[in-house]
């Protein structure tokens, strides 16, 4: 055998013991007569001695290693006169006797520490060295218990667990599909999933009942913290249930990994707040509730006919940040130049700060009285010392950016803290959305995703009032994961399509096949997906996915370290009948 122990596992109790260990060089001090060897591998560090007095060559040889060498060191515990308590081996040393070079190494071109001195693009292109670092270890070690529990819980729940096809026929609806030319079929194309959707259906209408998969997806979108081009998703599909049978099963879920990793406990039921209450109170349909500062709306009372912004808005709505008007107009300034980003999108903000002496000083006081201001005050719960901040606009998009305003302040307070967790359930999603652009409804979910019982009749009069019988599991302010009952009626199905603007050809060449599986008898069946990196992250504190996942994309979509995506060769483009075309402006 290469050891005989980790470089993590001895102890006190080994003292005496004569052992061998293998490793990586974590690094070298010189003192005098004596050299000392950090040892690591995946399990720990374990300190290794060099004495010149008891074997010179050997001591020789040691002071002639480097950073990232890999050795083989054999010889006898002993107590450490000196503890290091940062370690769980800090009461331990080996004195070595043999002492084998595996390998050597370059010096690395970051050091492989948890506080390195890499910065991004560098540690991506070396990620084979990157993942050496403990900290990032751990999050693949988490992950990796995430998915044994995940596992473990949905065994446990009578899941069987099914592989479904990579490569299938492009869907076009949502995001982008990463395709990929078949060379056996001249001119046509595989696309890479975004889901296993439709084939989880398939696996319902089999018989199967309950099905997971830790499944690969790919969606060609633009990309930002929480999103790769290639993600991870714990998918899972059910027959023979109602909503409330698959909020109750995987909130079990949710709760067993609190406590199995986090030690904490969910007794209660989770909230389940309908999509049209996150919207009015946090502009988010994935709010995160761990504070509180909800909207309060003020068409009502802010309309005097002289400030024109109010008079024209379709919605005016405010939120009250406790204790902070004493906010300086540099401070209310930045806040102002925030929501105004593009991505945010409002056009300019209102204050109002509450003086501690109970008057009002804002930045509309020519077009309103103390009166007045008080009402707004009264409608917000604001106390004095608070500070009032208004955004108005067309109603959903200023919804929005005051839920970004308000996640803004609730940074600038300390109230959204990584280790306080609020879970909640956000259903009653529209089931369509309108695009006006391209004057159609586009599902909000997926096409497949059933209307509530009561609002079927809907579809056919008003169908931007059609909820549907969807979920989402939203953990502070992210989406978690989420999914729907699925139709199962082929007549329902073909309205939902229609209302899409899918004609009856389209639908057939896109979804034929699972509506042929339809005729035979298809159950009842819903479903739901967690993103993985996601939950990962969450547990492990991370503020991207990206250090979750072994090897990442970084955020143009590229893989730095072996340079993908990339050119192909000639022969392979004439093999698969492809010509090239220069991109346009």
């Keep these: ?58 001591f020789e040889t040691a002071n002639k290693i480097g950073r990232e060498w890999v050795l083989q060191a054999a010889g006898t515990v002993m107590a450490r006169s000196n503890a290091n308590n940062n370690i769980q081996t800090g009461n331990i040393e080996l004195i070595v006797d043999k002492l084998t070079i595996l390998n050597n190494s ?34 693949l070690e988490l992950r990796h218990r995430i998915v044994m529990l995940c596992r473990q819980y949905l065994d446990k729940q009578n899941f069987i667990e099914v592989e479904t096809p990579i490569l299938i026929g492009s869907t076009p609806e949502g995001a982008r599909d990463f395709v990929v030319p078949s060379r056996m079929n001249p001119n046509e194309f595989y696309a890479l999933p975004q889901s296993p959707q439709l084939f989880k259906q398939l696996l319902m209408v089999a018989g199967f009942d309950r099905y997971f998969q830790i499944a690969k997806c790919f969606r060609d979108e633009d990309l930002r913290a929480d999103r790769q081009p290639e993600f991870t998703q714990i998918d899972c599909e059910m027959s023979f249930i109602e909503q409330e049978d698959i909020l109750e099963l995987f909130e079990g879920l949710i709760k067993y990994l609190f406590k199995e990793i986090k030690g904490i406990d969910f007794n209660d039921q989770l909230i389940r707040m309908p999509w049209s209450e996150a919207m009015k109170y946090y502009g988010s349909d994935k709010p995160d509730i761990r504070f509180d500062m909800k909207f309060s709306e003020l068409k009502d009372i802010t309309e005097t006919g002289k400030f024109t912004v109010f ?79 208004i955004l108005s606009g067309e109603k959903l998009k200023t919804q929005k950016a005051l839920g970004e305003l308000r996640l803004e302040m609730g940074n600038r307070l300390g109230l959204r803290k990584k280790e306080v967790f609020a879970p909640l359930w956000v259903i009653d999603f529209p089931m369509f959305e309108w695009d006006e652009e391209l004057e159609r409804f586009f599902a909000m979910h997926h096409p497949f995703t059933s209307p509530k019982p009561e609002d079927i009749p809907l579809l056919e009069t008003d169908p931007g009032l059609v909820r549907a019988n969807a979920y989402d599991m939203v953990v502070n302010g992210v989406e978690l994961g989420g999914g729907s ?41 819903g479903g739901l997906a967690f993103g993985l990196d996601r939950v990962v992250s969450m547990f492990a504190g991370l503020d991207s996915i990206r250090d979750c996942i072994a090897f990442p994309k970084n955020n143009s979509g590229r893989d730095v370290m072996c340079d993908a995506p990339a050119a192909l060769e000639p022969a392979q483009l004439e093999e698969l009948f492809i010509e090239l075309k220069k991109p346009g402006k």
Aim: charged share 25%; glycine share 8%; net charge positive.
């Design 311 to 389: 008079d024209s808005a379709s919605y005016i709505g405010g939120i009250c940040a406790t204790g902070c008007a004493t906010y300086t107009r540099k401070q209310l300034d930045e806040l102002t130049d925030y929501v105004k980003r593009p991505q945010i999108g409002a056009k300019g903000m209102v204050y109002v700060r509450y003086e501690a002496d109970g008057t009002f000083k804002s930045s509309v006081d020519k077009f309103y009285g103390q009166d007045q201001l008080k009402t707004w005050a009264i409608a917000l719960n604001a106390k004095p010392g608070d500070l009032i901040l």
């Design 1 to 58: 055998m290469y050891r005989t122990h980790t470089c993590g596992e001895l102890r006190i109790s080994d003292v005496n013991k004569s052992v061998t260990l293998c490793g990586w060089v974590q690094r070298i001090r010189k003192m005098g007569g004596m050299t000392f060897v950090d040892l690591r591998d995946r399990y720990g560090i374990t300190q290794l001695v060099f004495n010149q007095s008891a074997d010179a060559g050997l």
């Design 106 to 139: 370059e010096v690395p071109p970051f050091t492989i520490e948890d506080e390195t001195d890499g910065g991004d693009d560098i540690r991506m292109k070396y990620r084979y060295l990157d993942l050496r670092r403990p900290i990032v270890r751990r999050n």
């Design 485 to 525: 009952i699925r139709i199962h009626d082929k007549q329902l199905q073909a309205k939902a399509f229609d209302v899409m603007g899918f004609t009856p050809e389209r639908a057939e060449s896109q979804f034929g096949f699972l509506m042929n599986a339809f005729k035979f008898g298809a159950p009842p069946h």
